[in-house]
């Protein structure tokens, strides 16, 4: 089940909502690669939305131009590009006279897929977002949870296969735990199937955790673009510095001890080694420094091994 994502590039893009004199999207310029899991991040009313709806044409920007490998969004028409990009929002928007099987398989069948091929396709798809076919298919989404219908939702959006995936805050309105069980899903579904992944959050943990590389977005416009790793460590400007506080992630590396988050010895090359007790924000220093992966020792004998991955897992283990 291997689609693969495709390249996205936005270019200079603007848009400005009828009667407001303010730019909601004020000139950006953004590449994700084929793949890649970009987050947007940034405070209510910044242009997140608007900016991940220029990329499916819901918005269409005033001036600048979306690429999807290559492609002008506005080469096709905006039904069948929007086939092809998968969209999950917090309020789900699952069809509530539907059952959970049919809302899942809307866009195969909008493309005319086979009955069979379609059925086949609902039952790997429920399975792949942990919830078992055979209870769920036949519910209506007002038989199920909150965060059962998010899953829903998500399998909904890659039903088709889309090789982009924009979901925005789609885990907004469920609790902590089931938030944490939905990332993995999010996270073990963008490496299966290596959709390009665009997710907006204001959730500065959540960006953490979940990004190849986060966007920070203020009023329209982008203020940093980097890893996660750069922009704890390289803020670029006071405002970055505030949101990534405002995270608790780095107060909260001081409280984590490397054994707790490190994993077993599984013979990746290591650069440099720490000991089990030292703390995440000991072995930040090490990242920052170029390190990839440290060995984990204790009184010298080797433990187990951490990486900067291991570090963003153990940030949102906290969280809950
Ligand atoms: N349909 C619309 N008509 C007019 N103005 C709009 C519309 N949608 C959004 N805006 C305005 O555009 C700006 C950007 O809104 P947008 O929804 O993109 O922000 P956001 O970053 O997604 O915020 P939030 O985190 O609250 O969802 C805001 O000032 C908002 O009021
Ligand atoms: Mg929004």
Redesign the pocket.
Known sequence: MTSGGAAVDISDVV?S????D?R??DGVSLEAAAGELVV?L????????????TINRL?VPDSGTIRIDGEDVRSSPPEALRRGIGYVIQAVGLFPHMSVGRNVGMVPELLGWERARIDARVDDLLALVQLDPARYRGRLPRELSGGEQQRVGVARAIAAEPRVLLM??PFGAVDAIVRLALQDETLRIHRALGTTIFF?T?DVDEALRMADRIVV?NA?RIVQADTPLRLLSHPATPYVERLMDAGDAVRRLRLIAVRDAMRAPDGAATQASIDGDGTLRDALSAFLDGVERLAVTDAGAPIGSLGFDDVRHAIARTVA
């Not at 940034?42 to 709806?53: A, D, E, I, V």
């Open positions: 848009v909502y009828p009667g407001s303010r909601a999207v947007l940034g405070p209510s009313g910044c242009g997140k939305s608007t900016l991940l709806r918005v925005d805050e907006v204001h977005m329209g």
